[in-house]
């Protein structure tokens, strides 16, 4: 897959979104749809899409995302939280949600 620098959409907080495209053997260009971006997260890469073609539609996406990026250690805590109690017999103890949310 390659990507068309100038289709693409910039957010100074989080970089660019854009619509990749593959080229066949014979030739012909498939483009994709929907645009993408990939931000480093704590020293992972986490990809986003934003499943729409139109650039006005993804605009109106980025205050979300932004704010998905800026809380997502709250975001991600929550989350581990939620999975430890709902797979536990009982509450479980703080020791085991450290251990989870390393893992």
Request: net charge negative.
């Amino acid at each position: 897959m390659t990507t068309d620098s100038g289709f693409g959409i910039t957010d100074e907080a989080l970089g660019t979104l854009v619509r990749g495209h593959y080229i066949l053997s014979d030739g012909e260009r498939l483009d994709d749809d929907y645009y993408s971006l990939t931000c480093n997260l704590d020293g992972r890469a986490v990809g986003f899409i934003a499943h729409s073609l139109e650039p006005d539609t993804v605009r109106g996406m980025l205050p979300r995302l932004r704010h998905v990026v800026d809380q997502h250690q709250a975001l991600h805590r929550l989350a581990v939280e939620a999975i430890v109690n709902e797979f536990s017999e009982e509450a479980p103890s703080r020791g085991e949600v450290i251990d989870a949310l390393r893992d």
